[in-house]
């Protein structure tokens, strides 16, 4: 019996609904719509009231699809992911696929900062997130590592690619004003430290741009090469 109860709520579910507009209803469509609101006007707008507004239903209808506003933000982080791992083929050399795989998490964050931000620390649940730890998993294994052994390597990947690829989403998430305050740190209140209180930051005045700029690709390639200096060799 709870088999087919569940079943049928899942067929609930998946069927298309028409919204007043004439548009098909449908879990896709409220994510699309989701992402959008966030995107626009910040996490605030993920109600159930704002997104029958847009998609122009009852409001109730987007119960239909997900338990709750927190099941759709789990869904719309899923989304995120999808569009990272959307035509990623690992190639043979695992280093390189690792890389491309962390870029590509970075990249799809960039073009969500705002939803980025609240979906980074979370954990989906959904088919794709197995299919990215599945794939990340996958590339260490053929590195050479137990699977076990990889399972927590693989952790501790993703999570600095997810710390890092969340700041820089944080960063695009401010405003123009915040932004630019932010980057002129470097060039106005660090390089006019005293040199007596903050000697090491006085010598490295010319560096302190840095500041401004992202970590995620530096701190990418001290992952990578950590893991490739543990790596016993590929697997058949």
């Known amino acids: 019996m709870a088999g087919a109860a569940g079943d049928r709520v899942s067929h609930v579910r998946r069927r298309r609904r028409p919204t007043r507009s ?8 409220i994510v699309d719509c989701a992402l959008r609101l966030i995107g626009e006007h910040g996490p605030e707008a993920l109600s159930v009231r704002r997104l029958g507004a847009a998609l122009g239903c009852d409001p109730s209808a987007v119960y239909r699809y997900f338990h709750n506003t927190d099941d759709l933000l789990l869904a719309v982080a ?3 992911i999808g569009d990272s791992m ?4 690992p190639g043979p050399d695992w280093v390189a696929s690792l890389r491309e795989m962390a870029l590509r998490v970075r990249d799809s964050y960039r073009a969500h900062p705002r939803a980025a931000v609240l979906a980074s620390h979370r954990v989906t649940r959904r088919e794709n997130e197995f299919r990215a730890v599945e794939t990340g998993v996958g590339i260490l294994v053929r590195a050479g590592f137990e699977p076990a052994r990889a399972l927590r390597l693989y952790l501790a990947f993703i999570d600095t690619v997810l710390g890092h690829a969340a700041l820089d989403a944080a ?7 915040q932004r630019e305050g932010d980057s002129q740190a470097s060039t106005r209140a660090y390089q006019s430290v005293s040199a007596e209180t903050y000697p090491l930051l006085a010598a490295i005045r010319e560096d302190l741009y840095a500041l401004a700029e992202s970590s995620f690709e530096p701190a990418l390639e001290l992952m990578l090469s950590a893991l490739a200096a543990q790596a016993p060799g590929p697997k058949a």
Do not use: C, K, Q, Y
């Not at 959307?86 to 083929?89: H, K």
């Open 22 to 29: 004439g548009t098909l209803l449908s879990a896709e469509l």
């Open 78 to 80: 899923d989304r995120i």
């Open 86 to 89: 959307d035509g990623f083929v």
């Open 171 to 177: 960063a695009l998430a401010l405003s123009p004003a």
